[in-house]
């Protein structure tokens, strides 16, 4: 089987995720900087099929793209220091990336407590 993690393959699912997100109203870099979070994810996972890492690689971004500028503004607004130091345009994309790394990483997890549940045998 093909390497998925390949430039190329990368470059045309970041592509891909771009498009089929922006009818949904989400700025095209918050879901790029997700999506590879989520490929950043990937690097650390073993024993995972390729339906569900395609699967969070498309849940990933949207969930960048929705909430990274609500932790933006909340760190701009909770936080009165950070206003003279960076917008939150600046606070958006690492939010971005670290949504996308982290909900990849939570489904991961999910994964295996679901299969632990249901007896199945999960790689660790």
């Known amino acids: ?11 045309a699912a970041a592509t891909g995720v771009t498009l ?3 009818p949904t109203g989400l700025e095209p870099a918050l879901l790029v900087a997700g999506f590879l979070g989520a490929v950043w994810a990937q690097g650390y996972q073993l024993g995972m099929p390729w339906h569900q890492r395609a699967l969070l690689l498309a849940v990933s971004p949207l969930l960048a793209g929705y909430l990274a500028p609500l932790l933006a503004a909340y760190l701009i ?4 220091f950070i206003q003279g130091v960076f917008t939150q345009a600046m606070l958006q994309l ?19 407590v679901v299969g632990a549940k249901l007896g199945k045998e999960t790689p660790q």
Do not use: C, S, W
């Open 94 to 112: 690492p939010a971005a990336a670290l949504f996308g790394l982290i909900t990849h990483e939570l489904g991961y997890r999910i994964k295996q």
């Open 20 to 22: 089929l997100g922006i």
């Open 77 to 80: 607004t909770t936080y009165p």
């Open 1 to 11: 089987m093909a390497d998925l993690n390949t430039p190329l393959a990368v470059g």
